[in-house]
């Protein structure tokens, strides 16, 4: 898993660093290497998973309306 950004011809650096972070963003590599940064029991994962989809589940019957 490689990413490349390439600097096109006069182009600031951190234009090309802002688009480096935005491509890491989109590929959700970055949510990816923080969640693995530690060990997630099984039953936390679970837990986790299911407060996610209550939330959202709220959120889809409040704007359902």
């Known amino acids: 898993m490689s990413i490349e950004i390439k600097i096109r011809k006069n182009e600031p650096i951190d234009r090309a660093l802002r ?3 935005k491509k890491l963003d ?3 590599i970055i949510k990816g ?3 693995k940064r530690y060990y997630e029991k ?3 994962k679970r837990r986790r ?3 996610v989809a209550a939330f ?3 959120l889809r019957r409040r704007y359902a309306e």
Do not use: D
């Open 33 to 35: 290497v923080r969640a």
């Open 42 to 44: 099984p039953c936390e």
């Open 19 to 21: 688009r480096m972070k």
């Open 49 to 51: 998973k299911n407060k």
């Open 26 to 28: 989109r590929e959700n």
């Open 56 to 58: 959202t589940q709220m």
